[in-house]
């Protein structure tokens, strides 16, 4: 991805928040590229550079987003519960909602897959996939826009208040390990990894 000069760095994984934040943005636009597609092809055969922007988005959701999941569920989540923090319990309910969220993602993703690896392998798809596919992700879209909302709106400020940084740089630490790269925590210098 090119730099653009003036614009804001993305979190790393001693800010875990705005790391998750920073994720929201990369399914919002994986998943406007998957939606365009949809939209612009209606089934039909694929031009090179469109194929690649459907593998590269179906990779992103298969890949990343799992773990995305996990961060929050293994990371975020139970700390969040075991804070014993009273400003925390408001949100019990949200944070069980936002769990099962997550089982229906990963349905409505099942079904993006299958009907894209289909695209792919078969060259087109009939008229009734095409309008189903873009059915499933307008689906999508409105659920991660009420997801993201709540997460972004109350858990992750929420979470930003109550735990204190070294439950913080433990979630920085367990997604980092998530991805195979080696932690760094902050003020720590680069010869003490």
Known sequence: MPITIG????????????????????????????????????????ETE?????????????????RHTLDEEESLFPRLLDSNDPRVQPVFSSLQKLSEDHRVA?????????????????????????RRLCNVLAELTDFYVAHIAVEEQQVFPLAGDVLGPSALELIGSEMAGRRGVAFKAPGESPSAS
């Open 106 to 130: 990963e349905e409505r993703h099942r079904q993006v897959d299958e009907l894209a690896d289909r695209w792919l392998s078969d060259g087109a798809l009939s008229v009734e996939d095409s």
């Open 7 to 46: 614009s804001k760095q993305g979190a790393d994984f001693s800010d875990p928040i705005g790391l998750l934040s920073d994720c929201h943005r990369r399914i919002e636009s994986f998943l406007g590229v998957l939606v365009t597609l949809a939209v612009q092809a209606e089934g039909a055969a694929l």
């Open 50 to 66: 469109q194929r690649v922007a459907l593998e590269t988005s179906l990779r992103y959701f298969r890949l990343a987003a799992p």
